[in-house]
């Protein structure tokens, strides 16, 4: 069973997927859910069910399968994945809202072609890899207007958009229901979520978008236990991609007001570990409105630092962020911290001291922080990550092989 994708070669074609053209399915999981069981130990039985006790007649439920932290003194913390630095992590849902028109989809877009490239976006570099933009609200030919402006900002074609991993579809129109409500009140994915969850699997994307909540959830919005149903299926689709889900709201009349951009109940918050919101910028006293202007703040972030707020402003079809104050200051320290980069690099390969951008002892960024060249420019293992996720992302250094054929090895090394 296939999706039928916007073939953004000819991004103005007709055919879209039909609520008709959906297949039977059986229930989510049905191959999955019994792959985990057997993980968790329960060997493929179903949950709840009970097994016979050998020392009497009464019945036991199998156990739980509790973390195994046995060897956790001797492995090393794992380090949290993002998709988008300190903003996206990986595999989660997170929620991105805003007002009818303030730009969502288009942001969205944006961040879609920028993993796709490899290209900046907003300011930060996104994981690379394909990206998946799942659009309930607009047709075709709206997704390639938008796209056209996104690939002549980044100087790029939809063949190499194509190329590097995007896939793009249109529900406009269409049931696009992803998860449904039984008469238990227990929340259900329809086949068209099946198909997604399929795609997601099979396309391995770093980054879904769907907009938006209201085209794609059938369920009550303010009851707390459906909404972190819905939120938890969705965390499945990053799951299966390795990626993460950012899922476009809008804000009720009361989250305009209050400025907390969301709508319903505060689950919609709490079920997601990260939220962002964009809005309009109220101009002050005396001052006329800039209907162009956008604020994208950050509302949430579980596993880091809340990110500042940018500034945006529409221009050409996108949305870029405004130049402030401090943006030079941020330059400047960016390129001071890429040259120690690539200075104490030189530096290492010539004695031989092999560095990686995995985590281990030998992870770059930790190692180059404690050397003399960081510490009197006060650059720490963080500001040293994102050098060498940018002179990745710009293609000065690489993973060179230094291992065997039958043991590869990889060390960080500059691009000949």
């Given amino acids: 069973m296939k999706w039928d994708f916007i073939n953004i070669e000819d991004v103005a074609s007709e055919e879209h997927i039909h609520p008709d053209d959906v297949g039977a399915g059986d229930d989510f999981g049905a191959n999955g859910g019994a792959n985990q069981q057997r993980a968790n130990g329960d060997g493929g039985r179903a949950q709840g069910e009970r097994v016979k006790d050998d020392g009497g007649d009464q019945d036991r439920l199998p156990p739980l399968p509790f973390i195994n932290m046995s060897r956790w003194d001797d492995e090393p913390v794992p380090e949290q994945e993002w998709t988008v630095h300190n903003r996206i992590p990986n595999q989660q849902c997170v929620l991105f809202s805003g007002q009818g028109g303030a730009g969502k989809s288009t942001v969205q877009l944006q961040q879609s072609v920028a993993h796709v490239l490899g290209r900046d976006w907003l300011g930060t570099m996104p994981k690379l890899g394909p990206a998946l933009f799942v659009d309930a609200e607009d047709p075709s030919d709206v997704l390639h207007r938008r796209l056209a402006a996104i690939a002549r900002h980044y100087g790029v074609t939809f063949a190499e958009l194509i190329k590097g991993g995007l896939h793009t579809i249109s529900l406009f129109g269409q049931d696009a229901v992803l998860v449904t409500v039984g008469r238990n009140g227990k929340v259900e994915p329809t086949q068209l979520y099946h198909r997604l969850y399929q795609a997601a699997g099979d396309i391995k994307p770093v980054s879904i978008g769907i907009a938006a909540s ?41 989250g305009i007001v209050s400025d907390s951009g969301i709508s319903g109940n505060t689950q919609w918050h709490n079920s997601v570990r990260a939220r962002s919101y964009m809005k309009g910028v109220k101009p002050e006293d005396g001052e006329e409105p800039d209907n162009e202007l956008r604020e994208l703040i950050f509302k949430k972030n579980n596993y880091g630092p809340l990110a500042e707020t940018i500034l945006l402003k529409y221009k050409n079809g996108l949305f870029l962020p405004v130049m402030g104050p401090g943006s030079l200051d941020r330059a400047t320290q960016e390129a001071r911290a890429d040259e120690v980069f690539l200075a104490l690099l030189d530096r290492f390969t010539k004695t031989n001291r092999n560095v990686s951008d995995k985590a281990s002892r030998t992870y770059a960024p930790s190692v180059f922080a404690k050397e003399a060249e960081a510490k009197s420019a006060g650059l720490n293992s963080k500001a040293l990550e994102a050098a060498m996720r940018r002179l990745f992302a710009a293609g000065t250094i690489w993973n060179e092989d230094v291992g065997k054929p039958s043991r590869p090895q990889y060390r960080i090394a500059r691009k000949a």
Avoid: K
């Fill in 214 to 254: 209201a085209n794609v959830f059938a369920g009550n919005e303010i009851d707390r236990t459906q909404v972190q149903q819905f939120v938890s299926l969705l965390a499945r689709l990053g799951i299966v991609a390795n990626g993460s889900v950012s899922l476009i709201s809008h804000p009720s009349v009361s």
